[in-house]
């Protein structure tokens, strides 16, 4: 087993945590918007999204330190990461501070389906990089409902 290099790893997972602090703060408000508007069955309290959120970051980070340390790392793997890390970006500010609805819902499905792509790529170097974000694609699932639900019910 390969040496733990905890500032590399400190780094990916303080990378990926500030992607999500970002978003929030360009998204504006969201807590207030979010309890404006009509929920579909299921939806948590807004007060669960920034704890499942800093949870999902966390891992993300994790698995991309995995891959990054590994020999066995592609371009490919390392864009995945990076390209749904851009789109979970951006989610927030076109729901929140610009409320456009069917557009997030539509953004939500390209999440869903960046995370997919990024599990299966790094299922080929780590599958421990791969089982750590098979919560995060659970949850983009979950984000799909709820945007397209929101969406169905708000416009």
């Known amino acids: ?35 404006q508007l009509i929920q579909p069955p299921l939806a948590p309290s807004g007060a669960v999204f920034p704890v499942v959120w800093a949870i ?16 066995d790392s592609t371009a490919t793997a390392k864009k995945l990461y990076l390209a749904q ?5 951006l989610w927030s500010i076109i729901f929140f501070r610009f409320e456009l609805l ?17 599990v299966k790529s790094f299922g080929k170097i780590s599958p421990t990089a791969a089982l750590l974000n098979l919560p995060y694609l659970l949850w983009s699932a979950f984000a799909v409902y709820l945007a397209i639900g929101t969406w169905a019910l708000n416009r």
């Open 1 to 35: 087993m390969k040496k733990i290099k905890w500032t590399e790893l400190l780094i990916s997972v303080a990378s990926a945590e500030l992607v999500g602090v970002l978003s929030a703060l360009l998204s504006g408000d969201f807590s207030t918007r979010y309890s």
């Open 56 to 71: 999902l970051y966390a891992l993300m980070g994790i698995s991309a330190y995995i891959i990054w340390q590994s020999a």
């Open 85 to 89: 890390l851009a789109v979970n970006f």
């Open 102 to 118: 069917g557009l997030a819902a539509i953004w939500a499905v390209l999440l869903f389906l960046l995370v997919a792509a990024t």
